[in-house]
Every structure is written in structure tokens, then in C-alpha cells.
């Protein structure tokens, strides 16, 4: 399997492909260092996500998909993704979870870590190109050649 970017979204999609289908998975980046996004995000202390998130929070997905998503990693499930790799969340008068420590970098290294760890295989500075579907294979066409995957 390969993901395409290794943002917060890429990383989460990742990890939880790489666990619970143990399907080999490589993660594309373009970055030399993934994650700056993350980095930068609530002033650089990272809002993780909302004590409330519901799928009329985002724009640009068809709603349905969107809620079945969060109703298969709710806001729970995020709070204890995070404490078993030892980060805290606390809530904010606003209901944004942060950090304790205030620190995006502990959120990505956080990621990056579980990444690692479930034998993810990133690959950074690696840009896409292109990508063409046959049937139910792909060919990848990155900055370091093309790479075959199946659905």
C-alpha cells in the first residue's frame, strides 16, 4: 500500500493501515523533513483535534464519509492514541486539545515514532508525479522511479 504524504492525516492512515490490516505500507513525502505542517499548526503548539468533532467541521468530502471516519477514531480514541505514546492532551476553554507540553514537536515525534514502530517505510524528499490506476493495481511515478501498488 502507499500513501501519498506524510502530514498528520498521512501519518494517522499509515499507522492504522500498517496495524490493522498488516499490509506493507510505504509512506511518500515530497518534504525532507515531513511533518512541518505539523509543526506550525495552533501557533506550534499543535491543536491535536476538539473535545467535539463532527463531520460539519470539515469542508470539501461528502459528509457520510467523513462521519464514518470519525465514528471509527472518535475523539476517545485519539486521547488514548496519544497517552500510549506519552503525550497528554488538555482541553482548553474553547475545547481544543493540546498538548501539556505545548509542543507540536512532541505530537510529530509522537506520530513519526508510532509510525516507526509499526514498520511503516517513509520516505521522504520523495515527490509524486504521477499516478495511474489499472484495475485494482497502481503505478506510482515518483522522483526516485515508479513504484507498483494494488488496492
Same mark, same amino acid.
Do not use: Q
Given at each position: 500500500?502507499?500513501?501519498?504524504?506524510?502530514?498528520?492525516?498521512? %501519518?494517522?492512515?499509515?499507522?492504522?493501515?500498517? /496495524?490493522?490490516?498488516?499490509?506493507?505500507? =510505504? %509512506?511518500? +513525502?515530497?518534504?525532507?523533513?515531513?511533518?512541518?505542517?505539523? %509543526?506550525?499548526?495552533?501557533?506550534?503548539?499543535?491543536?491535536?483535534?476538539? /473535545?467535539?468533532? /463532527? #463531520?460539519?467541521?470539515?469542508?470539501?468530502?461528502?459528509?457520510?464519509?467523513?462521519?464514518?471516519?470519525?465514528?471509527?477514531?472518535?475523539?476517545?480514541?485519539?486521547?488514548? $492514541? $496519544?497517552?500510549?505514546?506519552?503525550?497528554?492532551?488538555?482541553?482548553?476553554?474553547?475545547?481544543? =486539545? $493540546?498538548?501539556?507540553?505545548?509542543?507540536?514537536? +512532541?505530537? =510529530?515525534?509522537?506520530?513519526?515514532?508510532?509510525?516507526?514502530?509499526?514498520?511503516?517505510?517513509?520516505?521522504?524528499?520523495? @515527490?509524486?508525479?504521477?499516478? /495511474?490506476?489499472?484495475?485494482?493495481? $497502481? @503505478?506510482? #511515478?515518483?522522483?526516485?522511479?515508479?513504484?507498483?501498488?494494488?488496492?
Amino acid at each position: 500500500m502507499a500513501i501519498v504524504g506524510a502530514g498528520a492525516a498521512g %501519518l494517522m492512515t499509515a499507522i492504522h493501515a500498517r /496495524t490493522g490490516a498488516h499490509a506493507d505500507v =510505504l %509512506l511518500l +513525502d515530497g518534504a525532507r523533513t515531513p511533518g512541518a505542517k505539523i %509543526l506550525v499548526s495552533g501557533g506550534s503548539r499543535c491543536n491535536v483535534t476538539n /473535545t467535539i468533532v /463532527t #463531520e460539519r467541521d470539515y469542508w470539501g468530502g461528502r459528509r457520510t464519509i467523513v462521519r464514518r471516519i470519525l465514528r471509527a477514531f472518535p475523539v476517545p480514541d485519539t486521547l488514548a $492514541f $496519544f497517552a500510549s505514546r506519552g503525550i497528554a492532551l488538555r482541553e482548553e476553554g474553547d475545547g481544543k =486539545l $493540546f498538548p501539556e507540553s505545548n509542543r507540536s514537536r +512532541d505530537v =510529530l515525534e509522537a506520530l513519526l515514532g508510532a509510525a516507526s514502530d509499526a514498520g511503516v517505510a517513509l520516505h521522504a524528499s520523495t @515527490r509524486v508525479t504521477a499516478i /495511474t490506476r489499472d484495475g485494482t493495481s $497502481f @503505478r506510482v #511515478e515518483t522522483s526516485r522511479g515508479s513504484i507498483a501498488a494494488r488496492l
